[in-house]
């Protein structure tokens, strides 16, 4: 089964660090570009981040561009987002999700993972 | 940067149709896909590539594409039911700032 299981969400402080990941089973990461798409609670879907499936490329959305690092270790098949320098309006569900194409898809996402939330609070 | 425009609410009665705009410069041009997403849940791909739907969507899901100068493309849910009760949401890439862009989204309510 395909499957994206999300962690290492939690609470952190302004200007503080965390890492998320996603743990994909049933495909492998060097098939597909891989994304991170977050939700405030209550609001719409933003689309933060995106990776090569060769880890040779990678994409931010302006609001995050310079903070956060999207990254995979192809070994443990699991994505990552690193979060530096966090502030309160990171605060979001944070989930990701494999496009439905292979290779530098530019199509929907078909597979997301159950998300995990991350809370920028002092 | 792109913008993505989608009503805040749509009402419909239980075996009515329902219509969800999706607004954007041109957006007859890109490519459109639709999520559901119910509350607690992640969501879910309902109709991709305009009008094509992924396995286990009912036909009841499709979408529409008015051209490459359109300025709106719908998303319309036929016979409703209480379960399609959700907000849902467009999105499309943006090939001028590599971005992928998400409509506000449409809360859809069943009478």
């Known amino acids: 089964e395909v499957q994206l299981v999300e962690s290492g969400g939690g609470s952190v402080q302004p200007g503080g660090s965390l890492r998320v990941s996603c743990a994909a089973s049933?495909?492998?990461?060097?098939?597909?570009?891989m994304h991170w798409i977050r939700q405030v609670p209550g609001k719409g879907l933003e689309w933060v981040s995106r990776?090569?499936?060769?880890?040779?490329?990678?994409r931010y959305a302006d609001s995050v561009k310079g903070r956060f690092t999207i990254s995979r270790d192809t070994a443990k098949n699991t994505l990552y987002l690193q979060m530096n320098n966090v502030r309160a309006d990171d605060t979001a569900v944070y989930y990701c999700?494999?496009?439905?194409?292979?290779?530098?898809?530019?199509?929907?996402?078909?597979?997301w993972g159950q998300g995990t939330m991350v809370t920028v609070s002092s | 940067s792109y913008v993505v425009t989608q009503p805040p609410s749509v009402s419909v009665a239980p075996g009515q149709t329902a219509s969800i705009a999706c607004g954007g410069n041109?957006?007859?041009?890109?490519?459109v896909h639709w999520y559901q997403q119910k509350p607690g849940q992640a969501p879910v791909l309902v109709v991709y590539?305009?009008?094509?739907?992924?396995s286990g969507i009912p036909e009841r899901f499709s979408g529409s594409n008015f051209g490459n100068t359109a300025t709106v493309t719908t998303l319309t849910i036929s016979r409703v039911e209480a379960g399609d009760e959700a907000d849902y949401y467009c999105?499309?890439?943006?090939?001028?700032?590599?971005?992928?862009?998400f409509g506000s989204g449409t809360k859809v309510t069943v009478l």
């Open positions: 999700a494999r496009p439905y194409c292979p290779g530098d898809c530019l199509g929907a996402f078909d597979i």
């Open positions: 049933g495909f492998s990461l060097n098939d597909f570009w």
């Open positions: 990776i090569a499936n060769d880890g040779s490329a990678s």
């Open positions: 041109n957006i007859g041009s890109k490519s």
């Open positions: 590539d305009d009008s094509d739907r992924p």
């Open positions: 999105q499309v890439w943006d090939g001028n700032s590599d971005q992928f862009v």
